[in-house]
Structure formats: structure tokens, C-alpha cells
């Protein structure tokens, strides 16, 4: 590697879509600082996996910087409309990601990030996450209507016809909000929205080791060092944080004793809807969610609350079971 040059990683690009809204990626590349690009894959139908990919396309033993820019077009089926964009990426930002990574837990070692994921949203959104054990959210973008021609891409295809046979293939209630004209990106934008929150659990225990997801697709699942006060810190204090999709705890009693606590997967109605109460209500509050645990660890409830109020979730099972 030349002096001063970025240090390279070994990753691909890896498109999705929002659940149920189909798209199809025309063009896409990111731009390297060095001017060389990276492909987007492209043609394929997409149907949904929000945050999640299963198209890569190989790149050989390639290694890539940081990039600097996404440029995208791409075919909405549920809006009928192409959308287009040139997107100024947070290249330090990505390139410091990926430079620190995470201790793999399993393999004993440092790791990082594999995958670049691409995912469209409605009303020209394209969502950035970088992708690996972990997942990071990198940035939300905002794309404009193209007016390129559909022939270019579907040739003599007639589009009515098109429209009408994918849609029929969404999901029922996708097509009920296309019929109501109900359509939109809130509930993808809300999924994004992060709140100061933490996790208290009325019994002692020392965590060792955690899975959580988020609503917005980001995961933790290893800690960024072998140290894992930072790790603990990220969940049992206050900071901004997405809300919780779902939560795995594994931890120790002052006895010995190992235990784990799941909550999976949380309501998601239930959930959003607690956290946005808590948050009108008090915005600067932060936000716990309290875990009641019998002292037998044999049965628990769950609890979200601030300083002036409390929410029962109680749609969201509380597992619990004895790791010995």
C-alpha cells in the first residue's frame, strides 16, 4: 500500500429492499477515493429482507477503501417510478468502522466488517449498513424521481402488464395500502429513530455476553475489544439506540449460577408505541427497559418506564432458562 494511502478491506456490496416493496437496482457503484468503483449487483427483482441481503456478487481477492459515494438507479414496482441518486458517503467515518471491527468471540481474534448493504425504501430512500457479525448503521439517503425511459431496461415489455403481475406477488398488505393509497416510508423512518435507553434486570447479574437487534437492522453480537466493560456499558447505560428487535442475556449470579434471558422477538406495535408514549411525554427522560426476574429465575415480565411513567409490554414473552 502506497504512504498515506487508506488501508484496504475485504468486502461487497449486498443489496435489499424494504420488506414487501419489490424494486429492481439498474445501475449502481460505489465510488473509491482512488476512482476505481465497486458494483452494486444489479437486475434482480427484490422483494424485501430488510437490512439483510443474499445477492453478492464475488469481487476476487480485491481489497476495497472506504468509499466515498453511492450512485443508484433503480425501478419502484409498488410506486411505478424510477428513482435515481448520487450520494455523498461518510467516508472517514466508514473507513474508522472498519478499521476497528470487533473481537470475535468464536475465532478469538479481530474481525470486521463484510458486506456494504444497499437497501431501498419508499418514496426513493436507500438505507447504508455495514454488514459482518455485527451490523452498523452507516446512513439514511434520500434519492429523486428519474425520468429515464422504461424501454431502456424493459424493452418492449408492456408495463401496465408488468406492474400488474409483480404487484399481485407483494404481500397482502402491501397491495391493501397500494388499493387505500396508504403507502409510505413512516414506518421504515421510525424504525431508524433512536432513543437514549438502557436495560436494568431486578436481579444481580453479571453479563457475559449479549445478542441484540434493532428495529433498524443493526445487531450487536460481539464486543469491539476483548474488553467488555464498553460492551456491558452500551446496554446497561443510557445512550442512543435504536429500539429492540430482538434480545438475547447471558449472565452469571453472584452463586455461579448461569442464566438466559430472551426476548424474542418483542412486539413490534407494542414496542414502538411505548417508546414514542415515554418519549413524547419526557424527551429528555431516559428510557429503561426493565427486566422483573423471579429470584429462582424461573419466571419474569417486562417493563418499559422513565422517571414519570411505566409501560407494561405485555405481548413480549420473557424467556428464561439455566445455562448449566
Request: neutral net charge.
Amino acid at each position: 500500500m502506497e504512504p498515506n494511502q487508506p488501508e484496504h478491506f475485504a468486502f461487497a456490496a449486498a443489496p435489499c429492499t424494504a420488506d414487501g416493496y419489490f424494486v429492481t437496482i439498474h445501475a449502481g457503484e460505489f465510488m473509491r477515493p482512488d476512482g476505481k468503483t465497486l458494483p452494486v449487483p444489479t437486475g434482480h427483482l427484490l422483494e424485501g429482507s430488510w437490512g439483510a441481503s443474499g445477492t453478492l456478487w464475488a469481487v476476487g481477492d480485491e481489497r476495497q477503501p472506504a468509499p466515498t459515494r453511492l450512485r443508484m438507479l433503480w425501478f419502484s414496482y409498488a410506486e411505478d417510478q424510477f428513482y435515481e441518486g448520487d450520494f455523498a458517503l461518510p467516508q472517514q467515518e466508514i473507513q474508522a468502522l472498519l478499521q476497528q471491527g470487533y473481537w470475535d468471540v468464536e475465532k478469538q481474534q479481530h474481525g470486521t466488517y463484510t458486506s456494504l448493504i444497499v437497501c431501498t425504501i419508499p418514496k426513493g430512500g436507500v438505507v447504508l449498513w455495514l454488514g459482518g457479525t455485527n451490523q452498523t448503521f452507516v446512513g439514511r439517503f434520500q434519492g429523486q424521481p428519474s425520468a429515464v425511459d422504461f424501454k431502456q431496461f424493459y424493452g418492449p415489455a408492456n408495463r401496465a402488464k408488468l406492474l400488474q403481475e409483480v404487484r399481485t406477488q407483494m404481500p397482502s398488505d402491501v397491495q391493501q395500502q397500494l388499493t387505500a393509497g396508504t403507502f409510505g416510508v413512516q414506518k421504515w423512518d421510525q424504525y431508524l429513530r433512536r432513543y437514549p435507553w438502557k436495560v436494568e434486570i431486578s436481579q444481580p447479574l453479571t453479563l457475559y455476553k449479549y445478542s441484540l437487534r434493532y428495529l433498524n437492522a443493526e445487531r450487536v453480537r460481539d464486543p469491539l475489544s476483548r474488553d467488555l466493560g464498553p460492551y456491558r456499558q452500551q446496554l446497561l447505560e443510557p445512550s442512543p439506540k435504536a429500539m429492540p428487535r430482538k434480545l438475547y442475556l447471558y449472565g452469571q449470579t453472584e452463586h455461579g449460577a448461569r442464566h438466559q434471558i430472551r426476548l424474542n422477538p418483542f412486539d413490534e406495535a407494542e414496542t414502538m408505541a411505548a417508546f414514542q408514549t415515554l418519549s413524547q411525554a419526557n424527551p429528555q427522560s431516559p428510557i429503561t427497559l426493565f427486566i422483573e426476574v423471579s429470584k429462582a429465575f424461573k419466571k419474569g415480565s417486562l417493563t418499559l418506564r422513565n422517571e414519570r411513567q411505566q409501560i407494561p409490554l405485555l405481548k413480549t414473552q420473557v424467556q428464561l432458562f439455566d445455562e448449566d
